[in-house]
């Protein structure tokens, strides 16, 4: 078995727990669990199948 096929196998499964509301596997990099938490909170729906615009570049950079 490849090393992509390992973390599909790993991550999915966490990843469909986290979004029903379940524990958080400790089996899964920080950054990772981090990353959903940051989209749960931003209300980011992960059956959406929308694209948003991106951001013109000057305007971030007028932004920050």
């Known amino acids: 078995?490849?090393?992509a096929q390992k973390c599909k196998d790993n991550v999915f499964?966490?990843?469909q727990d986290f979004i029903a509301g379940g524990s958080r596997s400790h089996a899964i990099r920080p950054q990772?669990?981090?990353s959903w938490i940051r989209c749960s909170r931003a209300k980011v729906d992960p059956y959406s199948?929308?694209?948003h615009r991106a951001l013109d570049i000057c305007l971030?950079?007028?932004i920050r």
């Open 13 to 15: 499964p966490a990843w």
């Open 1 to 3: 078995m490849d090393t």
């Open 32 to 34: 990772i669990v981090e």
């Open 60 to 62: 971030v950079m007028k």
């Open 49 to 51: 199948v929308t694209t």
